[in-house]
Nanobody, 123 residues
Framework: VQLQASGGGLVQVGGSLRLSCAASGRTFSSYAMGWFRQVPGKEREFVAAISSSGGTTYYADSVKGRFTISRDNAKSTVYLQMNNLKPEDTAVYYC?????????????????WGQGTLVTVSS
């Protein structure tokens, strides 16, 4: 599986960004997907996950109510809509594929990772 994340950039506090992650190589619709983020010197942090069908989603408390994960299985793409961005959201964001249809928050449960896209929120 190959994952290509895009959509990061520089945005002001309170602004919005939409990240995309295009997948190729396997049956995308069979697998749960997740978004994680990481800042230098810290561990990779769970952000959001979505089941293979898109019917179940799960969010970190820090982004609940501001971020929305979604997927388009016909396009083999998962999205992360980020609204009301805060400086603490600044990080490299990674998408990942889990070898199961069900969601999980632990990054060790994910098998394939994209290259990351940088999100910078300026105050």
């Amino acid at each position: 599986v190959q994952l290509q994340a895009s959509g990061g950039g520089l945005v002001q506090v309170g602004g919005s960004l939409r990240l995309s992650c295009a997948a190729s190589g396997r049956t995308f619709s069979s697998y749960a997907m997740g978004w994680f983020r990481q800042v230098p010197g810290k561990e990779r942090e769970f952000v959001a996950a979505i089941s293979s069908s898109g019917g179940t989603t799960y969010y970190a408390d820090s982004v609940k109510g501001r971020f929305t994960i979604s997927r388009d299985n016909a396009k083999s793409t998962v999205y992360l809509q980020m609204n009301n961005l805060k400086p603490e959201d600044t990080a490299v964001y990674y998408c990942a594929v889990r070898g199961s249809s069900t969601i999980y928050h632990n990054p060790n449960a994910y098998n394939y990772w994209g290259q990351g896209t940088l999100v910078t929120v300026s105050s």
